[in-house]
Structure formats: C-alpha cells, structure tokens
C-alpha cells in the first residue's frame, strides 16, 4: 500500500501549520510512526539517513510541485517506554549540510522540509533507546556492527547494497552488519529508498541562438560525495564524460540530451533536457530551400486557414483538423540535383498528430507515410511551442520543381514553413 494514500492530506496540512504534531507517546499516533519496533542499546553512536520526497501533486496544481517540499519532517528520540529522551550530542542536517536546529533536545520539525537526504548523527544515550519518525523512513549507516534488540511482532531489515532481506523472527538482540557485506540497513515493512543516490539536473541554455555552440553543466548533488563518473548521452549513440559538455550545434531539430552520473557503489541518476536548435530560416545554411506554409499551390477535402500569430515567420496555416484526407500541395523549386533533408518548422497541441507525405504523387519511402508530430504544448501562439521536425530519411531530388502533397490522417496541426536541406559530403 502507498503510505502516500492514507498520509497525504495530513502531511498537507502539517506542512501548512494548520495542525502540530502530538509527542509519540502511545496509542493511535503509532500508526503514523517509523521506528517503534526496533531498540537501540546505549552508548552506540549511530548515523541515520532519510530521504524527502516531493509530496504528490493530488488536485493541488502546480504550487506543490513546483516548491519541492516534503511531508513535514518530525523526529524523536525516545526511551524504551517511548518517553522523549533529552540527547545533547546529537546532529541533524539537511540538503547541502545545513544544520537543522532541534526544537528540543532530541526533537526535531521541519515544516516544510526541502527535497533530499537528511542526515542525524546520534552519539547514543546511556540508554536504551528508539528513534521515532513521523513520516519519512530511515536507514542506519554500517560503518560497524551496529546492535539492535527487535520488539515484538517479529521484523525485518533489508541490506543494502546487497539488497537483501533478513527476517528477525524471535524478539531479542541481534547484530548486523558483522559480515561487512552490508553499507545500510533498513526496517521492513517501511518503505525503502537509494540511501546514496545521488541527484542530477542540467544547467546552461537549452535554447540556441544561431552559430551559438551548446554548452551545459551537470550539477551533481550527492550524500557521499563519490561521484566518479559522469555521462552525456546523445544523438546516434555518441556519449561524452565528464561535468561540462561544449559542442558546435549540429542538429536542426528539437531533440532530447540525457546525462547520466555514477557513484562508487554503482547508484545512478539521470537528468533529461530538450534541446531546441536555432530555427531553420536563422541558420545561413548553404542552398536550403525554404518554402512558406501559407504558399500551397492547391488543397482538397477542407480548407486551412491563414493567419499571423506573432511567433511565426510570415504567416502561417493551422485548422487542419476537422477533415481526415485533407490534403494540401506545395512546389518545391530544386536547382541542383542530390539528396534533401525534408524539415517543418510546426506546432501540435495534439497528442496523435500524423500526416502522409507524397513528392509528385509518390511516395519517397514508408518512414513518409504516416509522420507523427509530436505534441508542442500549442498552435504557435507563443515562440515556445514551435519545432522543427525532420520528417524522414534524405529524399533524392532532381533540377527543377516537385508537388510535395502531406495530408491529414489525424489531429491538428499548424504548419509555418517546410524547408529542404542539402545532404553536405559525410551524411550531414
């Protein structure tokens, strides 16, 4: 079961101060806890990592999202009878290492938790004792044995990076992590979580002006700083290590970079960017061939309309949608004999956009017969939601003028220019 299910509105509405947390003493509040069934001996210290997670988005727009807040983060040290202890020596920190002030010995709230690891480094109290953890799951470092004694019903704990499990079936004490196989270990039935994955996303400008070069960053955030490899995955294969990626744009399409990073342990994490090249009618290449949407020579099965929505360049078409086989026909004046790349410069608020492509009646091969569009966000009206999409593999074209027909096998689409680029020498 999703403890999201039955704990969402409440963490909603602890994180907005319309209600506190009770001390953890006993009867219902246990249900909400983590960390109940397991004791600590004394005088163990002890490092314990939790992880916050972005509430969901359930009906509250975007606002919860887009702040990258947790479920409020609620932490207690108690003794054997689950009465609060008063723990001087000990520390919790948060993404970044910001030191997280207790609001009381042995006590910590967060409100409003932001998304990442938390650390709590506990010099253990003379003794017996418990942590308690109102909504987040915790895993305890092995960088020793680490003693425990198990309360009844019987628990598990689950071994990490082994990933394996280890039922305790008889209450009692128990040591784990003298195998030196084990780095963390969680408690079952919790929910678990990468207790040193790290965190990556993509820095730089992923929208390119012409002649620009494409430049990026990796920001890497890890818990155990052993970050020791980093990945750019991109079109055709090709991959580049390393923190920054400097590269000449030579895509004219929109695409989509991935970058991937690595610890030590073998935890990966990945960060996805779009990346949106100058348009076509900005890039000064040699003998492209440009031809404005709202040009067709003919159409048959509907009409299009024509109009100026600020974003495009000259005008435009879009309404072309409400007739399946609607076609439209343009002329396309070739003058040197080779291969084109075919390219539209488009926008789709449609998810199963496709048309077919003819030149002079003919198709220039089955990859042409059904082109999806993928979805823009729009129609044009805005300069965001325009692409350019290449439609196919190069087509071979001799001097003088060809009929390129696409017609509409489904959803809308508004078209701004089609253009035809030179295959150069090398493919590109």
């Known amino acids: 079961m999703n403890r999201w299910n039955s704990l969402t509105l409440l ?21 909400f806890a983590q960390g109940m069934t397991v004791l600590f001996p004394g005088e163990q210290a002890l490092h314990f990592r939790l992880r916050s997670d972005p509430l969901p988005d359930e009906g509250q727009g975007g606002a919860v999202k887009d702040l990258q807040l947790g479920p409020p983060l609620d932490l207690w040290i108690l003794d054997a009878d689950k009465n609060q ?13 910001t030191v997280v002030s207790p609001a009381a010995a042995g006590h910590w709230r967060v409100n409003r938790p932001k998304v990442g690891y938390y650390d709590l480094e506990v010099d253990g109290p003379a003794v017996p004792w418990r942590l308690w953890s109102a909504f987040h799951p915790f895993m305890v470092r092995v960088v020793r044995p680490v003693t425990l004694n198990v309360a009844s019903p019987p628990a598990a704990v689950f071994l990490y990076p082994a990933r394996s499990r280890l039922d305790l079936r008889a209450p009692g004490p128990v040591v784990i992590g003298d195998d030196e196989k084990a780095t963390w270990l969680a408690f079952l039935p919790w929910d678990l979580f990468e207790p040193s994955r790290p965190d990556i996303r993509i820095e730089g400008n992923t929208v390119l002006e012409p002649g620009a070069p494409l430049v990026l960053k990796a920001i890497v955030t890890d818990p155990d700083g052993d970050v020791d490899r980093i990945v750019w995955h ?20 929109t695409w989509s970079l991935k970058v991937s990073a690595q610890d030590r342990e073998g935890t990966t994490a990945g960060a996805e960017a779009e990346i949106t090249p100058p348009p076509l009618h900005a890039a000064e290449l040699p003998g492209i061939v440009i031809v404005q949407a709202e040009d067709f020579s003919g159409q048959d099965g509907g009409r299009v309309a024509v109009t100026d929505r600020g974003a495009n360049v000259g005008k435009m078409i879009t309404k072309w949608h409400h007739d399946l086989e609607h076609w439209l026909e343009w002329q396309l004046d070739v003058e040197n004999a080779g291969a084109y790349q075919l390219y539209a410069r488009y926008a789709t608020g449609g998810s ?48 003088g003028k060809h009929a390129l027909r696409m017609t509409n096998l489904g959803d809308g689409l508004a078209l701004d220019y089609l253009a035809l680029v030179p295959v150069l020498k090398g493919g590109k």
């Not at 202890?85 to 290492?97: F, H, I, M, Q, R």
């Open 11 to 31: 963490g909603l509405l602890l994180a907005m101060g319309h209600i506190r947390a009770a001390p953890p003493l006993s009867g219902n509040d246990e249900r």
């Open 85 to 97: 202890l008063s723990v001087e020596d000990a520390k919790l920190t948060g993404p970044g290492g």
């Open 234 to 253: 991109l079109p055709d294969g090709e991959t580049h290590e390393g923190p920054e990626l400097n590269r000449k744009a030579c895509h004219f399409q």
């Open 352 to 399: 199963e956009t496709r048309r077919e492509l003819t030149i002079d009646g003919a198709s220039p091969g089955d990859p042409f017969a059904s082109i999806a569009f993928p979805k823009t966000g729009g129609y044009g009206r805005r300069a965001r939601e325009w692409r350019t999409r290449l439609l196919g593999p190069p087509v071979v074209l001799t001097p």
